[in-house]
């Protein structure tokens, strides 16, 4: 059974995001990457980028299969883990610490919204 | 996660609980209900993948199906349907082939197994298993005394594929495995039951494909893995099987081959009989040979980062040129690599051209294939 860090908010589309006063780092839930497999590149925006809650900042592909990466917040790309491009299977030994970006909130109010671990958990069991 | 969704009920394989109590994905594929990877430690495409190119794998592909040919005339009616020579296969052979359209193109493709003198087996795929009885069934018409019966509910069909495939087998069966050629065949009897083992395969490794009764697939199917335990191997899903004859180049019918691509454009001129009597797509064949493809089949790498996939579109400067057929990032050889259809004129190793992944121009650079090929 997966165990879902109660100090992550997370979304309906797998992302989850360590709030930290107006930034945000989000990467994808466990859940998420056992339902991709194997995950072997990770396509990520550009510091500076400018995202929409919803909005898709990347793509991750397994070796099968190609799923968008949805922003749980509106904000600004101010962090990329580029690490993921050499190590893409990171997302699958520990997808809770593999952060892909860091937004900087421009609506945190926003947040409230998400869902927390305990919600999260009953959406995927 | 896209989640295919079909009206018709899923059709399973006698293995099916079996995938199910041992941890497998299911995903619709071609109508069955198939184990796509296994879960837990040791599953996984890529690890499923390694371990058949460093060890071991064992496949339930019963989804297959399986036409016989039998009558005083079976050579001839083969002969007509196949475009592959069928003379030239001795009984306990068996070859690779096409199932042509008068075009030229592909209403499948098959192995032909020469059972007997007069008595053939097809093993074809399994969503044109309808398709291609009801063409056969019409085509060797002409060709006198032969019937075509679908077998496919007869068998189960395993796979077991790696370097360890021989040790792994041999202490379950009388049929001495070492001394077998590859695509030759016998019957016999593996953990006691009726078996017609084959040295082919669909991953470009060394192994065998086994014909068991369904009732007995499980047991057969338990007796390897036991046997493989020490030497490590794993139960493989269809996920695996495709980068694995990727890699190995092995067109994939559906994606690299299809009733609008020809044998020529397929680079498959070796399992066109040009010598034999007529057959079914033999003209158009021999009149495209003569004016020349003007597309052709490619194998390619990336240069720029990121994954060609099926369906993505090639391009040669600002013109849309042709289209991916197969694409994935391998996990033995760990590059992103693929097939498409290109101008005649961009075929040779070391021709650049663009792939459009989604939105995106990507550079491919044309390389021989097989991608990858075992060492001997």
């Known amino acids: 059974m997966a165990s879902y860090p109660a100090s992550l908010k997370y979304t309906k589309d797998h992302e989850w995001i360590e709030l930290s006063g107006d930034r945000g780092k989000v990467g994808i839930t466990d859940y998420a990457q056992q339902q991709l497999g194997d995950v072997v590149y990770v396509e990520l925006p550009e510091v500076g980028a400018k995202l929409k809650q919803g909005q898709s900042f990347g793509t991750i592909e397994s070796v099968k299969a190609v799923s968008e990466l949805y922003s749980p917040v509106t904000g600004e790309v101010v962090d990329v883990n580029s690490s993921l491009k050499d190590k893409p299977e990171t997302v699958n030994k520990d997808p809770h610490a593999s952060w892909m970006i860091v937004v900087r909130l421009s609506n945190p109010g926003e947040a409230g919204a998400l869902l927390d671990a305990t919600q999260y958990q009953d959406l995927v069991k | 996660m896209e989640q295919a969704t079909t009206e018709a009920p899923l059709k399973k394989t006698p293995l099916n609980a079996r995938h199910r109590t041992s941890g497998a994905r299911m995903v619709p594929f071609a109508g069955w209900d198939m184990p796509v990877e296994y879960t837990g430690p040791a599953g996984g495409v890529v690890q ?3 371990a058949v190119r460093t060890r071991a794998g064992l496949f339930d592909v019963s989804h297959m199906g399986e036409i016989e040919i039998a009558g005083n005339d079976a050579l001839a009616a083969v002969q007509r349907i196949s475009s592959n020579d069928a003379s030239k296969l001795q009984v306990g052979q068996a070859q690779y082939s096409g199932l042509l359209t008068p075009k030229g193109t592909f209403v499948d493709d098959l192995l032909v197994y020469r059972l007997a003198p007069s008595h053939f087996l097809l093993v074809v795929n399994a969503g044109n298993i309808p398709t291609d009885y009801a063409w056969i069934a019409e085509q060797i018409k002409p060709a006198g005394d032969a019937v075509a019966v679908d ?99 092995m067109r994939l019918y559906g994606n690299d081959i299809d009733d609008t691509t020809t044998a020529l454009e397929a680079d498959l001129n070796w399992i066109v009989g040009w010598k034999k009597d007529d057959f079914v797509g033999a003209p158009a064949l021999r009149e495209q040979k003569a004016a020349g493809v003007s597309r052709r089949i490619v194998g390619f790498e ?47 190793p070391g021709a650049e051209f663009d792939v459009d992944i989604r939105g995106r121009r990507t550079r491919a650079r044309v390389v021989p294939m097989p991608f990858y090929k075992r060492q001997k």
């Open chain 2, 48 to 50: 499923e993948h390694m």
């Open chain 2, 151 to 249: 077998v496919s509910s007869r068998y189960a069909l395993l796979a077991l594929q790696g370097p360890a495939a021989v040790e792994i087998l041999q202490p379950l069966t009388g049929v001495e495995l070492a001394p077998m050629k590859y695509y030759w065949f016998a019957h016999g009897e593996v953990a006691s039951v009726r078996a017609t083992i084959s040295r082919t395969g669909y991953t470009g490794e060394d192994g065998f494909e086994i014909f068991v009764p369904p009732q007995s697939a499980d047991r057969v199917w338990q007796a390897i893995l036991d046997s493989g335990r020490n030497a490590g191997v794993v139960p493989c899903g269809l996920g695996a099987r495709d980068t694995l004859r990727l890699e190995a180049a």
């Open chain 2, 302 to 348: 990336m240069v720029d980062r990121g994954i060609a996939r099926h369906g993505h579109d090639v391009y040669v400067g600002d013109t849309k040129a042709g289209v991916v057929t197969s694409g994935t990032q391998t996990p033995f050889l760990k590059k992103a690599i693929g097939m498409a259809y290109v101008p005649v004129e961009h075929t040779a």
